[in-house]
């Protein structure tokens, strides 16, 4: 049952704390905490020891994390359409330089036949562009939706992480007498910010394609 109850709360806990939460079922502190032992010292869940308290945690690595490749995926996808988006435009760019030199040398009858070819073709890139501009990307509208869910879901996992461990670092740090920052380069942590990335920024890419998609 203490095993259960960790794994449901996944938030950092003291003893005090699971035994106020299971006193309903009889358990005394006394059992608890030595459940709560065999747990850790047999790995099923993670502790650590500040003086005489310890924190105990669910294990982290049995939830599904994003990592780093797969919150990257979509800036990836974006970057892709922004490279067809410039191809685009330089097609259009050397269409129209070609009329222009066409103008210059074929017949006038001829001016006109290239002219109405290239100008379709002109169009044809135009509409593209259009639907690029508009967040219409050229895939299957089931294949877009699995992947917002995915990356919906990623972003959500990340989230629920970062506050995860601002509880934890929060009820370890409370009455630390350590400096923050040095205790923080002691333990080996990285922010999101140390390695570049940023859960706002990315959670904005998914919000702002599904505006985009709203407004066609």
């Known amino acids: 049952m203490t095993f259960l109850f960790i794994n449901q709360q996944?938030?950092?806990?003291?003893?005090?704390n699971v035994?106020?939460?299971?006193?309903k079922y009889n358990l005394k502190k006394a059992s608890i905490q030595k459940?709560?032992?065999?747990?850790?010292?047999?790995?099923?869940?993670?502790?650590?020891?500040?003086?005489?308290?310890?924190?105990?945690l669910a294990r982290q690595d049995q939830f599904n994390i994003p990592n780093n490749e797969e919150l990257a995926s979509m800036k990836e996808e974006n970057a892709k359409l922004q490279e067809h988006l410039d191809q685009q435009k330089k097609a259009i760019t050397?269409?129209?330089?070609?009329?222009?030199?066409?103008?210059?040398?074929?017949?006038?009858?001829?001016?006109?036949?290239?002219?109405?070819?290239?100008?379709?073709?002109?169009?044809?890139?135009?509409d593209?562009?259009?639907?690029?501009?508009?967040?219409?990307?050229?895939?299957?509208?089931?294949e877009k939706k699995a992947v917002e869910v995915m990356y919906s879901e990623k972003i959500s996992l990340w989230r629920r992480r970062k506050r995860m461990f601002?509880?934890?670092?929060?009820?370890i740090t409370e009455n630390s007498p350590k400096d923050l920052k040095e205790f923080k380069e002691e333990l080996g942590i990285?922010?999101?910010?140390?390695?570049?990335?940023n859960l706002q920024s990315v959670s904005e890419l998914l919000q702002h394609g599904k505006k985009r998609a709203r407004g066609q």
């Not at 035994?19 to 006193?23: E, P, V």
Request: charged fraction near 40%.
């Open 166 to 171: 601002k509880d934890l670092w929060d009820a």
């Open 128 to 142: 593209k562009l259009v639907k690029l501009r508009g967040g219409v990307t050229l895939v299957r509208p089931e």
């Open 190 to 197: 990285e922010y999101d910010e140390d390695v570049g990335v």
């Open 19 to 23: 035994a106020d939460s299971l006193q």
């Open 94 to 126: 050397e269409v129209e330089g070609e009329i222009k030199s066409l103008q210059s040398n074929l017949t006038l009858e001829q001016i006109h036949d290239k002219e109405a070819k290239l100008r379709k073709e002109v169009k044809e890139m135009e």
């Open 10 to 16: 996944n938030r950092p806990l003291n003893s005090q």
């Open 35 to 56: 459940a709560l032992d065999s747990l850790a010292d047999s790995g099923k869940i993670s502790f650590k020891e500040y003086g005489k308290q310890k924190i105990y």
